[in-house]
């Protein structure tokens, strides 16, 4: 089982907050804008790729029981986002590479991948 | 005619973001003492407590508009301003039929329906943060069908505006007046912003603590503190118009 913490390592994320959660184990992830999106279809255990900083992002994450939120293209959270998400264990890590890199990345490493 | 200064954005206790000090009366005595004389109290997709802010407001000698911050499937936020408890309802009852989920208080926080003695009244427990299954432009028509205003929230900030969300403004969408959060100014936005050219700005509160409200105002020069003033204020019609922010 492959752990948020070695997922940073590997895809040199910066940690933004929110570290005492990167001992969660992540099983997928996700990619999307729309926080109803995410609320409605995100797995449990997934890393979450989006854009939004905004502070209800820690509470989807809690919600869906996600392993963890990467803001992409170089977003950085609110500092309410920060706060939240310390208190959640949450953790909110950065990059300035797009989704669609940083997805192709994660399942690169086997993560949420089907056989096919 | 004169000036009218009006703080138009302003979220209640029933806003799971808001504070529980946001009660209909403690938002009607605070916006006495900061001078106002129009508000409108605009929750996330309920206006379940508008009619005690109102009633409150006639007591004390303010003009309370009923309103609502509504969240369109895009998560764009775009203010809905009404005239009668009546027609805020009509649209609150689209909206609920629109909306699905359940509130987790532990995560958005409560949402409490208070009257206008300051008593609690209940506790809504549909997901008001959440997006609804209504268009922007659905949104738009909907309110304007019902008699109302729609003034798009905060569009200089990165989440839950039209511009964060799309990018830019459709030019069919017949939008009223664009609001600005409090981090830019109007004359910043016109060079910041080039796609809010053409559009009446206008700057509010957004408040979620009592001691928001009446922190960004807008002036409006009308004959009397009502919606088709502001209306016309908006569209700079017969003398009425924006005098200040």
């Known amino acids: ?116 | 005619m004169r000036a009218f200064k009006a703080d138009l954005h302003i979220h209640s206790c029933l806003s799971p973001c808001a504070d529980l000090d946001m009660s209909p009366r403690a938002i009607v005595e605070t916006s006495l003492e900061r001078g106002l004389e129009i508000i409108a109290v605009c929750d996330h997709n309920s206006a379940e407590n508008v009619g005690a802010a109102m009633r409150a407001g006639s007591q004390r000698g303010i003009h309370v508009l009923p309103g609502m911050e509504i969240n369109s499937s895009e998560e764009v936020h775009t203010l809905a301003l009404f005239d009668s408890e009546m027609q805020a309802l009509k649209m609150q009852e689209l909206i609920y039929r629109h909306l699905r989920g359940t509130n987790r208080p532990e995560l958005f926080g409560d949402q409490v329906v208070a009257n206008e003695f300051d008593e609690v009244e209940g506790f809504n427990d549909r997901l008001l943060i959440g997006a609804t299954q209504l268009g922007l432009d659905r949104v738009v028509k909907e309110v304007h069908r019902l008699g109302g205003l729609t003034i798009a929230s905060h569009v200089d900030r990165p989440s839950f505006s039209i511009l964060g969300q799309l990018g830019f403004i459709p030019p069919d969408l017949e939008l009223d007046g664009l609001e600005l959060s409090p981090h830019l100014s109007p004359g910043a936005a016109k060079v910041k912003l080039p796609e809010v050219g053409g559009f009446t700005l206008v700057t509010f509160s957004d408040a979620h603590f009592l001691d928001d409200i009446g922190q960004r105002t807008t002036s409006f020069m009308l004959e009397a503190p009502n919606l088709a003033e502001i209306r016309m204020a908006l569209r700079e019609e017969s003398g009425r118009k924006v005098v200040g922010h």
């Open chain 1, 1 to 116: 089982m492959i752990k948020v913490e070695e997922i940073q390592r590997r895809l040199q994320l910066e940690i933004a907050a929110g570290e005492k959660g990167l001992d969660k184990e992540v099983t997928s992830g996700y990619c999307g804008d729309l926080l109803s999106d995410v609320m409605a279809n995100a797995e449990p255990g997934a890393l979450w790729f989006t854009v939004q900083s905004h502070q209800n992002i820690v509470a989807v994450a809690v919600l869906r029981e996600l392993a963890g939120i990467i803001l992409v293209n170089g977003r950085v959270p609110d500092e309410d986002t920060k706060a939240k998400a310390e208190e959640e264990g949450i953790p909110i890590l950065l990059s300035p590479r797009p989704s669609y890199r940083l997805a192709g990345q994660l399942y690169g490493l086997g993560i949420g991948r089907i056989e096919e």
